[in-house]
């Protein structure tokens, strides 16, 4: 609740916890969604054409920038008063989101 109403204050450690909690979530998300690229690329019928083999490795590569950048923010969420993640930082987990997606229209196409 916020600080302002009925005389309850807001627990500050709270929101920092569930930010991390988020964080590991999708990065746990992630995975599995590499994990099941990375199984119809190896089971899928027909198996794996050259581009569906360089999709999965996008996917893993991504995956694996999106793993470091979660960690620095999760770190940087110990901090007492953590600061605003870095725009920076913030562009290449949406760039690392975008390419796992577009991982995912090249092995359905």
């Known amino acids: 609740m916020s600080g302002g109403s009925g005389g309850r204050t807001r627990?500050?450690?709270a929101q920092p916890e569930r930010t991390r909690f988020a964080w590991r979530r999708t990065t746990l998300t992630f995975a599995?969604?590499?994990a099941l690229a990375i199984r119809d690329v190896l089971y899928g019928g027909g198996g794996a054409s050259p581009?569906?083999?360089a999709a999965a490795a996008?996917?893993?590569l991504?995956?694996?920038g999106f793993l470091v950048l979660a960690h620095r923010r999760i770190a940087a969420m110990a901090?007492?008063?953590p600061s605003a993640p870095d725009p920076g930082v913030v562009r290449a987990a949406a760039l690392?989101?975008?390419a796992m997606a577009m991982v995912g229209v090249v092995l359905l196409w």
């Open 62 to 64: 991504s995956w694996l």
């Open 96 to 98: 690392c989101t975008l």
């Open 58 to 60: 996008v996917g893993v």
């Open 51 to 53: 581009v569906e083999a």
């Open 32 to 34: 599995v969604a590499v």
């Open 79 to 81: 901090a007492g008063r």
């Open 11 to 13: 627990d500050p450690a």
